[in-house]
């Protein structure tokens, strides 16, 4: 509560390789409703902050608190056993053991912990998942949306504001169990996994095989251009069936990868993956979705993060098909809630 104060609206700022996604969420009563949607293109790095002022122009998003996400090869997630102990034990002990695990000094990284399992197992120990993030990663990131005039309250990790974007949809649609699905977000330039248990997300993890391969492997079979490709994908037209086949070895190899993430999640908590929830904005390619299915051999469907929600204001008639690439900045924003 603190990070917040007594904010009446959070933008939820998702800035990945290719477009910036902006969803600004506002308390009503007792109610969240959507008050704003925004997207735009990045032309370059070094104009990241007139992205992310033309996705607020574009959604009429006038707050300025944020809550955005980092992500990459300078974010490491691991899930350690530790032997049960207080919060502020636990995270000195994850600070002294931290070089076990992660690739990077300590001194250079942020180290977060949050408890998966509270209780202890047969040989004793809890699991703990350990989030390390590059501080430098960080501080160019909160650059960029100082730059942009907003005000950042809360960084966060890609995946798990997939989780909590999932954990919101299921409050909005009154949705309770215990089922076991994973959620896969197909961005531009890596894939989010993220399964969950009911609404608790119990392992996470980053794969670097996503849109830009698809859009790859459809440019060298058609001999096309890239961003010819990116706009096939939406209207393939006739070129559908040729577009899928194209990109089978993409999904084939995500999907071994998906796979080998099911098998370690089912030796470590003892419960199998039922179904798959796919989004991201490459998930806009038809038939992606039994593509998918098909390679991992269980049931996958798109999903729409806005399902259930209210939206008023510059958001009204801003929603788009399913709005699965929008899944990120609405977790992102749903941290509303513990304000």
Not at 40 to 69: F, H, K, N, T, W
Not at 97 to 111: S, T
Request: net charge negative.
């Amino acid at each position: 509560m603190a990070l917040f104060g007594r904010s009446k609206s959070l933008v939820g700022l998702d800035i990945g390789t290719s477009a910036v996604k902006a969803v600004e969420l506002t308390r009503k009563g007792d109610r969240l409703v959507i008050s704003g949607i925004g997207t735009a293109e990045i032309q370059a790095a070094e104009q990241l902050p007139d992205a992310v002022r033309a996705a607020l122009q574009a959604g009429g998003i006038r707050a300025r608190r944020c809550a955005s996400a980092v992500s990459g090869r300078s974010v490491i997630i691991r899930q350690v056993p530790m032997a049960p102990m207080s919060d502020g034990e636990l995270r000195q002990a994850l600070e002294y053991e931290a070089d076990k695990y992660i690739p990077f000094d300590v001194n250079e990284v942020q180290i977060d912990a949050h408890r998966l399992v509270t209780t202890a197992d047969s040989a004793g120990q809890i699991k703990v998942l350990l989030v390390a993030v590059k501080k430098n990663l960080i501080d160019d990131h909160l650059a960029v949306l100082r730059a942009a005039g907003l005000s950042p309250r809360l960084v966060d990790v890609d995946v798990f504001a997939l989780a909590n974007a999932f954990e919101l949809r299921n409050l909005a649609m009154g949705i309770e169990d215990d089922g076991v699905r994973a959620l896969i977000d197909i961005g531009a330039s890596k894939t989010s996994l993220c399964i969950m248990r009911g609404s608790k997300g119990l392992f996470q993890r980053e794969i670097y095989l996503a849109g830009n391969d698809m859009t790859d492997a459809v440019a060298k079979r058609f001999g096309e251009d890239a961003c010819d490709v990116e706009r096939m994908k939406r209207e393939p037209g006739g070129a559908l069936e040729s577009m899928q086949d194209a990109i089978l070895g993409v999904i084939d190899d995500l999907a071994s990868e998906i796979r080998l993430s099911f098998d370690y999640f089912d030796n470590q908590f003892e419960q199998t993956v039922q179904e798959a929830y796919l989004s991201g904005g490459s998930g806009y390619l038809s038939g992606l979705d039994t593509l998918l299915g098909q390679a991992l051999g269980l049931p996958v469907r798109i999903w729409d993060p806005t399902e259930g929600l209210e939206v008023e204001g510059e958001g009204s008639g801003k929603l788009h098909g399913a709005n699965s690439d929008l899944t990120v900045a609405l977790g992102l924003a749903s941290r509303l809630r513990a304000a």
